[in-house]
């Protein structure tokens, strides 16, 4: 059978089911990720450490932030989700988690999607960012980091983290380890503040935070 008419019979499901000779028809299924981007223990754990604010002046939006905490268990969940998804090895998954736990121990890391309507304002990563980025601490202590990233959303990003819009950037934020206990087991806010006004985000206080439907735009 020519590769033309292999097409032909591999375009129409009814004729591409029964198409002698048409090696090609397993190949082109195809088959959405599983566990889906909402499901299972690495959505609940991601949920539950991500927070979102509104910056509006009066009816004029600002930005908009959405930022989930990192913390151990999530950079497990993370870890055995790609795992699942990618099909690793054991040698594999043990080597992500190895990364992982080391960057643990030193750093509190945040994923971070920001959206402005003015895009100049978006500049988290820069050294004369407009904005101040601080951990404020149960303790009344705060920590001050400068040290942002922006990261590229990939598929990889876009479906560990469906919030992210195709209007946001992202970054990794990344603050040295604080004083007095791990931040995953402590009420903590994330404060992200401009002469645009102040966003604050807190964690550790049991909520569950927004999550943004796939596809859909920045409300």
């Not at 959405?66 to 989700?81: D, G, K």
């Not at 971070?112 to 990563?125: E, Y």
């Amino acid at each position: 059978m020519s590769p033309s008419r292999c097409l032909v019979l591999l375009l129409s499901s009814a004729v591409a089911a029964g198409a002698p000779g048409c090696k090609s028809v397993n190949a082109l299924k195809t088959k959405a990720p599983d566990p889906g981007v909402n499901q299972g223990d690495w959505a609940v754990v991601r949920n539950a450490n991500t927070r979102r604010a509104l910056l509006y002046d009066q009816f004029q939006q600002r930005a908009i932030v959405t930022a989930t905490y990192l913390s151990p268990p999530v950079r497990e969940a993370r870890t055995a989700r790609l795992g699942e998804w990618l099909g690793w090895t054991q040698q594999e998954l043990d080597a992500r988690l190895k990364t992982e736990a080391d960057e643990a121990a030193k750093y509190d890391d945040f994923l971070v999607a920001l959206f402005t309507p003015d895009r100049r304002s978006n500049d988290l990563d820069s050294r004369e960012s407009v904005w101040r980025l601080a951990l404020r601490l149960d303790t009344g202590d705060e920590v001050v980091t400068h040290d942002a990233t922006s990261i590229d959303v990939n598929a990889t990003v876009a479906n560990l983290f469906p919030y992210v819009s195709p209007f946001d950037v992202v970054y990794r934020v990344r603050f040295n380890r604080v004083a007095g206990g791990p931040l995953a087991e402590r009420r903590f806010t994330l404060e992200i503040a401009s002469a645009l006004g102040k966003m604050e985000l807190t964690f550790g206080d049991g909520a569950v935070g927004p999550e943004r439907p796939e596809g859909a735009l920045i409300p």
